[in-house]
């Protein structure tokens, strides 16, 4: 059983590639300092997989600390290092603290890597680094764009490093991730207020917001409101497998986009909620929010062929699956 470092492993999309690793017969060795995920999740996961994981509460930019866990392991073929900030507007208020995040982490990763053999990594990268599109759907060969935020610059810095490092890495490109594993008992234990779309809804709806205020609705879209490829995350966790399958078998740099190559506004998502969960949500119009991207979405064709991955789960699931971890979280009963 092939061992895996799973940096962040406790953490959102971290998580739920642990359960999917486990699932695909890998061993997953989680690497997480806690800083924005919760034990908690290591207790959900062990009750999904029904079997006990080795996990080290550390750093990863501590070298030492690292290298340590390196060796003490032994064999492990490949890292996923999806231990970085995440909060776009935070890294606005604090731009150093994400450079020196989630550049240095990877910085570490790969000189450990490297003192101890390792060649293989997949990287969680961002769509951001596409910045606001000119043509749409966006393939992984779109340029990238002048980055909206210190957030989306560590993800284009990140990636022009792991194209000059000697190792063999895929960068995945997330558009959207939403929902959660269908359990309800893993996801996102960040300690930022969220400020994504489907957690704000969610908090409405069990009744920590009155509103969900939607950030215009005059773009040049459909129904006036932003579009976003949102992917439900087992969908995504899923595809760091294949990704890890296609990597063993064709060494070398690789490039996918991880999306759904479908578009859905705002609106739709606020009613697709409503629907799936029969539960009324209250909304307003409210102001653009600054360096918002008006519509994106993915062309997935490439992860579609080469790591014989597809996103296969509905909005309509997403939203349920989404309502359930809002509920699990707060102790509510399922
Ligand atoms: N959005 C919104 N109200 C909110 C949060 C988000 O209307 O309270 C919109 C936002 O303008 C964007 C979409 O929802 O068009 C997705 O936003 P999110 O922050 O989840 O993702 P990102 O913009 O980073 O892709």
Not at 71 to 98: D, M, Q, R, T, W
């Amino acid at each position: 059983m092939s061992k895996i470092l799973v940096t962040g492993g406790l953490g959102y999309i971290g998580s739920h590639t642990v359960v999917e690793l486990d699932k695909a017969g890998y061993t997953p060795i989680i690497i997480d300092n806690l800083s924005n995920s919760s034990t908690k999740n290591i207790i959900g996961i062990e009750q999904i997989i029904q079997k006990k994981l080795k996990w080290y509460n550390i750093d990863c930019k501590k070298e030492d600390a690292l290298n340590q866990v390196l060796l003490k392991e032994g064999n492990i073929h490949g890292a996923i290092h999806f231990a970085a900030y995440k909060s776009v507007e935070e890294s606005i208020k604090y731009p150093k603290k994400y450079h020196d995040n989630n550049i240095g982490s990877l910085e570490v990763l790969l000189n450990c890597m490297r003192k101890n053999n390792i060649k293989n990594i997949i990287f969680s990268s961002s769509c951001t680094v596409y910045g606001n599109p000119e043509s749409l759907p966006v393939d992984e060969n779109t340029p990238f764009k002048k980055a909206e935020s210190p957030y989306s610059e560590t993800k284009q810095i990140c990636e022009n490093i792991l194209k000059r490092d000697s190792c063999n890495s895929v960068i995945l490109r997330y558009f959207n991730p939403i929902g959660c594993h269908n359990s309800g008992l893993i996801g996102d234990y960040s300690n930022n207020k969220p400020t994504n779309l489907v957690p704000i809804i969610t908090e409405t709806a069990i009744g920590k917001r009155d509103n969900v205020t939607i950030f215009g609705d005059n773009y040049n879209t459909p129904d006036g409101t932003c579009i976003r490829d949102y992917i439900h995350v087992v969908d995504l966790a899923q595809s760091h497998t294949k990704a890890l399958n296609y990597l063993i078998k064709n060494k070398g740099k690789h490039v996918f986009n991880i999306g759904t190559g479908k578009g859905v506004s705002v609106k739709e998502i606020i009613n697709a909620f409503i629907k799936a969960n029969n539960i009324k949500i209250n909304y307003s119009i409210g102001k653009k929010r600054s360096g918002d991207i008006e519509k994106i979405w993915a062309n997935c064709n490439l992860a579609n062929k080469k790591l014989n991955w597809k996103a296969k789960k509905s909005i309509n699931q997403s939203m349920i699956d989404a309502w359930k971890w809002e509920q699990h979280k707060n102790n509510h009963v399922i």
